[in-house]
């Protein structure tokens, strides 16, 4: 016996885009990774908190990345879909789809890539090119 389906929905999502090819996806709420239907690539999609060093070669997410203040990033690309908020230290080539906040207590060393740049005073920037505009879907 099965029951009955009354109003059927579709389990509920969100688009975010895909920080391979920056096109969009719709992904269920409650995943945490997905694979982008354009280009089959993983996506990492919750937001990325460090609290400590972390050095690797990358971190990406379609979430945020908040860097606290004990942060110590070295990465070679730092990819979030949602923004990035800096109170650490990182070195390495940012790319964010949403705006970049650096924070008092900020360093920053390498390239950044972001629609909006938000700098509070106190905050480090040792080196690096800076685009400031919206990166555009391939
Ligand atoms: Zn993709």
Redesign the pocket.
């Known amino acids: 016996m099965t029951a009955p389906v009354i109003n059927p929905v579709d389990p509920p999502s969100r688009v975010v885009r ?1 920080y ?2 920056t ?1 969009d ?1 719709r992904v269920s709420i409650h995943a945490m990774s997905s694979s ?1 239907p ?2 089959h ?1 993983q ?1 990492a999609i919750a937001d990325i908190v460090v609290r400590a060093r972390h050095w690797g070669s990358r971190l990406q997410t379609c979430g945020k990345i908040l860097l606290d203040r004990k942060a110590d990033v070295r990465v070679n690309l730092l990819t979030a879909g949602g923004g990035v908020e800096v109170h650490g230290s990182i070195r390495g080539k940012i790319v964010s789809f949403g705006p970049v906040t650096l924070g008092e207590t900020a360093t920053i060393d390498g390239d950044l890539q972001a629609p909006a740049v938000y700098v509070s005073p106190g905050a480090t920037i040792l080196g690096g090119k800076f685009a400031i505009a919206p990166v555009t879907p391939v």
């Open positions: 895909c391979h090819c096109r996806c982008c354009h280009c690539r996506l």
